[in-house]
């Protein structure tokens, strides 16, 4: 299975639809997203996939967040402030991450194979023992145009990659 990794959005639809394409190029089932959508109008644009998403702190109006999910029905979920997740045997904790040091921390424990985290706005690939540390990368005011990216995991190979939202 192929999973689309993003966050950080922040209302870009332009970068939120290229994503989008990215994602069914490359033929990923279930997107998740870190955090940081903003305005509920962007959760429509992944109506074609399963969406898993955490509340960021830019997400003020959770309500309609949780509205704009609802309305995308299926297995599509928004898991307030932390996801703990599972595909294929896979286990993900995804939070929007404000603070590294809790990253560093959930991390550092390997309860998890995958820890998915957004909000400094730089891509990110580590590993901390048994456990694979990703930061997709993000939308807007990013240091880099090399942090506009998304990631794709192959569950099967338990590979990362990133892609250019901007190529």
Known sequence: ??????????DNVEATERATEIFREEG???????????APLLVQ??????LHGVLGNNDGDARNLQAAFDAL???SELHGRFADLEFDGLSFAV????????????AAG?????????????RDLSEEGRTTVINP????????????????????SESVRFRSVLE
Do not use: Q
């Open 45 to 50: 644009y992944f109506d074609t996939f399963e």
């Open 137 to 156: 990368g993000a939308h807007v005011l990013t240091p880099s145009e090399d942090d506009r990216t998304v990631a794709i995991i192959d569950t099967l």
């Open 1 to 10: 299975m192929k999973i689309g990794l993003l966050s950080d959005t922040h």
């Open 110 to 122: 390997e309860t998890y194979d995958f820890v998915c985290y957004g909000h400094h706005h730089t």
């Open 28 to 38: 990923v089932e279930v997107v998740v997203h870190c955090g940081d959508f903003v």
């Open 73 to 75: 029905g299926g297995e």
């Open 95 to 106: 939070l929007h991450g404000e603070h590294k040091a809790e990253v560093e921390a959930i």
